[in-house]
Each structure stands twice: as C-alpha cells, then as structure tokens.
C-alpha cells in the first residue's frame, strides 16, 4: 500500500527557555538545548487512521509541526504524498492541520467570517468559497450557530470549527493535534464517529492523529507508533502492540464450581466463583503449549466449559514499552 505520509531519521532540537532568575544570574550562560526528537522514522498508508501516540513532552506534536511545514528538522526528512517539506506549496495542498490552539481563530469574527477569511489565504476560487463554506458548517453541525461570535462557542464548537477550517481545501491528508482534548466525553465520542465515519470510510482521507489518550487511539487507529523520550518505540497494530512484550500466554478456563484443578507447568493469577461457575485464570510457563495443559486438567475428570486467550489490554503494552524507553536511557 502506498506511503501517503513518510519520516525518514527526524531529529529536532530546542533551546530551553531560561528562567529570569536564570537570566539574572547567568546572563551569559548557555541555555540547554532539549532533544524534542531523536531520528523518527514512520510511514503512514493512503486511507489508514495512524495513531501517534505517547506521554507530554514525547514530540508529537513536534513530530506534526515538521509534517505541516511549520517547524524545519535539524536532521533527516519528511514526505507528503511524495513531496518533500521543503516544498511548501506541495505539501499544503495536500494537508489540513487541526490543533487546539483557539488563538488561531480571530474570537471578534464569527464563525462563518473566520472561515471565509482562511478559505482567502487557502486561495480557494471567490464563487467556491461561500457554498463550501455552507456545506462544511452543515457537515460539523455548526450551521445554525455559524453567525455567532467566535467566542461565544463551547470547545466543542470551536474544535468543530478547526475541523471545518482544515477542510475547507478539501484536502486528502489529515494531521490532527490531540482533537478531543478539553472535550466532555459525549462530544468527543461525536468528533471520534465523524473522523472515522465521515473522513475517513466515506471521504477516504489519510488521518494521523496524536493523542495521550488510550482509549481515543484504541477506538480510532488501524496502526499505531509509541513515541516516548524523542523515539518511536514500537509500530503495529492494535493486535500487534498489545502482545508486545508479553512472554507468557494467559487463558481464563470455566469449570465447575467447586472444581479442583491439578497442578501443572502453569500458575493461577486470578480465581472468581460465580454461581455455579468458577473462572481460573492461568498464564503458562515458558515454552507450554495450552493442549498440555488441558489434558492434564480433562484426565483429572474435570469439566472444562469454556476456554479463551486473555489478551493484554493498550494501557499494559503502552507501561511496558514506556518502562523499556526509560531502562534503555
């Protein structure tokens, strides 16, 4: 599948601000520069919804500020839909960036006046902008409120209206910058169904999203890369990021209650008796194979009703792979 999206060995680095006490006292010190990224490399497919995903202060955001344009790598390169970032006028073509900075809004100007200003500097054709403007405000549901001042709206409307904005171009690669963040629960579960049903299935666009949010990512992503301490951890699927690092398989057998189990290469890690039912939860010994396990259960006369594979669930994989970034530093 073809590579909408590709960064190849990014490395950026920041100076860090200095304190006025620093300043004061050192006014000719050296300030320290902090390494925001440390050679990321990623690709993202035509059509997928990537999730990038990782702690504050990991370089999302950094990571999205380089793909959009905004900010130059101090190493290595980034492609949009095979142009370089260095060509600018390629590039933004083909993105739309949706962040949560509301000051990029003008809150004086309502919400139909804001959007009519950046289809402007998009240089969409003059008789085009007002009825694409009407169809995206009827997309976001922002239609009826479209007339009120940009201040006036809640975080919802507002992140509805950079949804909008970044649309306005209709352009086929989206990045988007934690775009449930200061939202209540109902609204972002309404903003996750529009990305995935109506950007995504029915417009067939490219989405990278960033998100702290494990749940956002889980719900949303096809793949998804860990980013921690400037690097990508890990790459995969959701199936794929989940078995990281687990070296044990685990499966919940129902028996009877009152069932004994023998022993075997295998410990219990939970044991739950519900009504008639008792529900053991092993994990095996390295290298046993769960048919040597049921055998010696069945030839002790024991019941076994059910047998599934535990998986091990995104917040799991996501404390293993931080806690083997920290061990590698």
């Known amino acids: 599948m073809t590579a909408t999206i ?27 520069r902090v390494e925001a990224l440390r050679g990321v490399s990623l690709e993202v497919r ?22 959009s344009c905004l900010v130059l790598p101090d190493r290595g390169q ?10 600018e006028y390629e590039v933004k073509r083909r993105i739309g960036l949706v962040h ?23 240089d969409l054709e003059s008789r085009d902008i007002m009825p694409r403007i009407d169809e ?37 690669i989206l990045l988007m910058d934690e775009p449930t963040r200061s939202l209540d629960p109902a609204s972002s579960l309404e903003l996750r169904q529009f990305i995935q049903e109506e950007l995504c299935a029915r417009d067939g666009k490219t989405i990278l999203i960033t998100s702290h949010d494990l749940r956002e990512i889980e719900a949303l992503a096809d ?31 129902e028996v009877p209650a009152g069932a004994e189990l023998p022993s075997g290469p295998y410990r219990v890690t939970e044991d739950e008796t519900f009504d008639e039912v008792r529900r053991v939860t092993i994990t095996l010994d390295d290298g046993v194979q769960l048919g040597r396990v049921l055998r010696g259960v069945l030839d002790e006369g024991v019941e076994v009703r059910a047998c599934d594979r535990v998986e091990s669930d995104l917040e799991q994989a996501f404390a293993r792979l931080l806690k083997d970034a920290e061990g590698r530093e």
């Open 46 to 67: 035509q059509g997928e919804i990537f999730g990038l995903l990782g702690p504050n202060g990991a370089g999302k955001t950094t990571l999205l500020k380089i793909l």
């Open 78 to 87: 980034a492609l949009i839909a095979g142009n370089p970032t260095t060509s």
């Open 223 to 253: 793949r998804i890369a860990i980013l921690a301490k400037g690097k990508v951890q890990q790459i995969g699927t959701l199936a794929e990021i989940k078995r990281w690092g687990v070296r044990a398989e685990s499966f919940r057998l």
């Open 136 to 172: 995206l405000l009827r997309r976001v549901d922002m239609f009826d409120a479209a007339d009120r001042p940009f201040s006036d709206y809640s975080s919802g409307m507002k992140q509805r209206m950079a949804i909008a904005r970044a649309l306005l171009h209709d352009p086929p």
């Open 6 to 32: 590709q960064a190849i060995d990014i490395a950026k680095t920041f100076k860090k601000k200095r304190s006025l006490a620093q300043l004061f006292l050192h006014p000719f010190g050296k300030a320290e």
């Open 100 to 122: 949560s900075d509301e000051r990029s809004f003008y809150w004086r100007l309502s919400g139909r006046e804001n959007l009519r200003f950046f289809a402007r500097i998009y």
